[in-house]
């Protein structure tokens, strides 16, 4: 159940994939000797992974002579591509200028630094949403500055409370017809038990200065970007192929990665297994990642049985919602702590409920919470119903 990440198998066209990246953007290795038509199917499913502008640039350092329909949809993808992450930074450049108006510290992370400082060309790392990181000091303070700028926020919480103390991050939408989404965090990573290792202004420390246009905001040095990479990618089961590129080439890109405080940050902050695991798919894929001595060491470093849990269980949080909060509970620190955090997963407040249960009369509370109840076991059945079916199917078909 708790096997290495990267011991699981990787489909054909993610190497194909991967290896036409990895010749073509970083020049190491052949391509993958390909039928043109095979071309048109991989272009395809980069397309569909958010890869088309870097699949195009690949395919044009090869100097691969694709079908015109194939080089119209690579082309069109970087176009979109350019297009999004130019309105998003001129939406993160307001939102840094309000920040910096109220003089509050804002840290961006992920894609948004990515795609300047590791692949530097606007169509070619894509983004789904902005990523930002507050200072759990300034939660409220930040809430009030988004809506002061007319965002609005996601979803409630299972309790308004959840968030900064148990839930990592909070949802922010642009009032527009073409809206942007802001992640915003108190924490750089989503399981509750980093939020014990991983101590508060970590990512903090060493951070500079980078523009948004009129405004500006921080972000986190080398050695913790590459970290905050790695575990981010781990936390979703080091499964797509972006995630572990952005591995690859902020390791190339950066020169001036310090490795000694690299491997110190990881030890101190207990987060050598989700390194170890994102490291290991990526080598896989892209090759090396940093120096071998570097990952010998992760290899040596002592893991903990919650540590392994706490990675299996991260890709799977969104699918099985209880599993969450039992290895959060079994993974996170002190005994109070983890009892109030329990009394609220128990006992949601009344606007959550609201959206499990549709009707209202009196009594719909008990009744939702009756409803809350009897779903899970009916949810496990749907999926021991199914994965029996499965099963029968494959056995006729043997």
Known sequence: ????????????????????????????????????????????????????????????????????????????AGHQTAACNMHMESRLDVVARAFNDARLDLLAIKGVVLAKQAYKRRDLRPMVDVDLLLRYADAKAACRVFENIRCRRGEDLVRSDFFPRFYSEVEYFTDEPHPVKFDVHVRPFRPLRYATTVPDGAFWEDAERMGTG??????????????????????????????LLDAKMLSVGATDINWGL??????????GWPVLQAWSRAEELFGSVGPRRIRDELERGRTTWRDRLVVWQAPRDADHPASKVI??????????????????????????????????????????HLWRVVRLPLRWLGRLASAGGRGCVAKVTQ
């Open 327 to 368: 290895v959060d509970i079994l993974t996170g620190a002190g005994i109070r702590s983890r009892l109030y955090y329990l009394a609220a997963v128990a006992f949601p407040q009344r606007t959550h409920m609201s959206t499990v249960y549709a009707g209202r009369h009196r009594g719909w509370l008990a009744v939702a």
């Open 214 to 243: 009129r405004g500006w905001v921080y972000v986190p040095s080398a050695e913790r970007m590459l970290i905050h990479v790695l575990c981010h990618a781990a936390c979703h089961g080091a499964s797509r192929l972006l995630w």
């Open 1 to 76: 159940m708790l096997d290495n990440l990267h011991k699981r198998s990787v489909p054909q066209s993610t190497w194909q994939i991967a290896h036409i990246l990895r010749a073509g953007l970083l020049g190491e290795g052949p391509p993958p000797e390909l039928a043109v038509d095979r071309w048109h199917e991989l272009s395809l499913e980069a397309v569909g992974q958010g890869l088309g502008g870097l699949f195009a640039k690949a395919a044009s350092d090869l100097h691969v002579k694709l079908p015109a329909e194939t080089a119209t949809l690579l082309r069109a």
């Open 262 to 271: 690299f491997l110190e940050l990881v030890r101190r902050w207990r987060l």
